[in-house]
């Protein structure tokens, strides 16, 4: 039996943890594990290969693009929530860590704070995938930006106008601003800033901070923005509707921005809330891609953390 080397354990959990360079090798893997999926064309690199999902916050898109992707790839799943494990009944991260990575070959973690995802990685013997903390969502992004490329070109030398919580997609888009070289134009309610410490950001220069959101929207390529109350700061939902409420991305905030540019939102959505029905459900918006192409750049990345740089 011939055994090929060992890609050596990469995490994911936050967008800077791969380099520009790889991330054009991911968006390229991504187009071609989509057109076989278009051509019902069987891809099964990761036979025999377990995924370990941790849900420790409610998830639609994430659950089904992660499971429908890995058993695409030929692996299979396994599924955990805090409610149902020893997670939540207080076992150490760092032991469930060390026995999780012992049976599965990956695991991707949905949970609140960044310390317990890192806290994972450093006993996990596997790969281990950000599927969403209070600081980052980086498989969002990704998903984000590959929709931005497939629609338009390079993102490079962009504008991405951000209206609303300064929250763990805000970050994410700053950090690849960062990375991939274009602008963020960010708009937050006072006392609802974006924190370039907590961001982990080099610099304040691949941003801009607007006071009024349709000037943060004016002469942009891509608006988006997300829920004003994200998971966990459920207590804060009635302050928050009021601190928001002029953060509604609306047809007049579309008119301002390029007239070609696209408008993003991760979802869940609150038409009403931070967007208009007008918006989301118009010709400017690409929610839907957007949303199925979580399946696609994860399977790809899922591809890289266990095969390495696979060339088509
Ligand atoms: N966008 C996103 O992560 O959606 P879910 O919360 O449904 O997984
Ligand atoms: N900012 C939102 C994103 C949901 C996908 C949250 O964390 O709840």
Same mark, same amino acid.
């Given at each position: ?87 939540? =009944?207080?076992?150490? +991260? ?11 070959? #990956?695991?991707? %973690?949905? *949970? /609140? ?11 996990? =013997?596997?790969?281990? +995938? ?11 992004? #990704?998903?984000? %930006?590959? *929709? /931005? ?33 274009? *602008? ?129």
């Amino acid at each position: 039996m011939s055994l090929s080397a060992p890609v050596p354990v990469r995490h994911y959990l936050q967008f800077t943890d791969l380099t520009a360079d790889e991330y054009t090798h991911l968006f390229a893997r991504a187009t071609e594990i989509k057109r076989k999926f278009k051509a019902y064309e069987k891809y099964r690199p990761l036979v025999d290969r377990t995924l370990a999902m941790i849900f420790e916050k409610a998830s639609t898109r994430t659950r089904v693009s992660f499971e429908a992707g890995m058993y695409q790839l030929g692996g299979s799943v396994v599924h955990l929530t805090t409610g149902d494990s020893q997670l939540g =009944r207080s076992e150490p +991260i760092e032991d469930s860590a060390r026995v999780i990575s012992r049976m599965t070959d #990956l695991v991707m %973690i949905r *949970t /609140y704070g960044q310390d317990k995802i890192v806290r994972f990685a450093s006993h996990s =013997r596997v790969p281990v +995938i950000n599927g969403l903390t209070n600081e980052f969502h980086p498989c969002q992004i #990704l998903a984000d %930006i590959f *929709t /931005y490329i497939e629609r338009r070109d390079s993102i490079q030398g962009k504008t991405v106008a951000w209206v609303g919580d300064g929250n763990n997609m805000a970050n994410t888009w700053l950090q690849a601003a960062e990375l991939l070289g274009f *602008t963020v134009h960010l708009s937050t309610p006072s006392g609802y800033e974006v924190d370039q410490a907590v961001a982990g950001l080099r610099s304040a220069d691949s941003y801009k901070i607007f006071k009024d959101p349709e000037d943060a929207c004016r002469g942009a390529d891509l608006v988006t923005t997300d829920v004003w109350t994200s998971m966990g700061y459920e207590a804060e939902n009635e302050a928050r509707k009021k601190a928001f409420a002029d953060w509604c991305v609306d047809e007049a905030m579309m008119q301002v921005a390029k007239p070609d540019a696209l408008f993003m939102h991760c979802l869940p959505a609150h038409r009403g809330e931070e967007v208009s029905a007008e918006v989301i459900d118009g010709p400017q918006s690409v929610v839907w891609d957007e949303a199925e192409n979580r399946m696609h750049v994860q399977k790809a990345l899922m591809e890289f953390l266990l095969l390495g740089r696979v060339e088509a």
